[in-house]
């Protein structure tokens, strides 16, 4: 496991970018796994910079998005894929079809999920999968459980996740209750992973994720088990480790 120690938010959001820079560099049609949340921002911001100053080329890229609510359409200002459109996608020259987010109107959720992992599968294995860390350690909507759901599945959440959630909502109400996500064996397919932290409020997830033992009750906690993990975070996130 490789630990980036930045100063502060914009340092970590500029390590994590260079870090996908590079591998847009070095390989033009590579496949990146995406999330959205707060944390990521920053990098996009910095990566749509780039492109705009023409060093980065998105043509040939290919992206998959962790997790996407039900029951909201992509034209639905809280929907994961309006968030990848507004912060990212919009931005630079990588074509729509070229990026997925699982369908939360989709009248078959579970037939949602078998495609969504015939889809991922089909563009051979994820080159960089970016993670952030939910405060009770969820990765995607993996939430705190008995086991490590395996494949791309629906998922009840939690009141911890649903009340974190809620201010990006009128209110609390408002925020789904379900949604669709990668599951454990999907994230760990990916040949590398890069997991963004930030904030003293994460310190103690983080300690538990990557010193703790591996447990489903801390799903990031899986991650010790991955051969090429990278962690970016600014000193508050990684003051425990």
Known sequence: MRIYRTKDYDAMSQKAAEILAAQVTLKPDCVLGLATGSTPIGTYRKLIEWYEAGILDFSRVHTVNL??????????????????????????????????????????????????????????????????????????????????????????????????????????????????????????????????VSGEDKAEIVRKAFTGPVTPQVPASVLQLHPNVTLVGDEAALSKL
Do not use: W
Not at 174 to 195: S, Y
């Open 67 to 196: 997790d996407e609510y039900m029951g909201l359409p992509g034209t639905h200002d809280q929907s994961y894929r309006y968030f990848m459109q507004h912060n990212l996608f919009d931005h630079i020259n990588i074509p729509r079809e070229s990026t997925n987010v699982p369908d939360g109107t989709a009248a078959d959720a579970q037939a949602e999920c078998e495609r969504y992992e015939r889809v991922i599968a089909g563009l051979g294995r994820v080159s960089i999968q970016v993670l952030g860390m939910g405060h009770n350690g969820h990765i995607g909507f993996n939430e705190p459980a008995d086991h490590f759901p395996l494949d791309t599945h629906p998922v009840d959440l939690t009141d911890t996740t649903i009340n974190a959630n809620a201010r990006f909502f009128a209110s609390r109400d408002e925020v789904p209750r379900r949604a669709i996500t990668m599951g454990i064996r999907t994230i760990l397919r990916a040949r590398r992973i890069l997991v963004v």
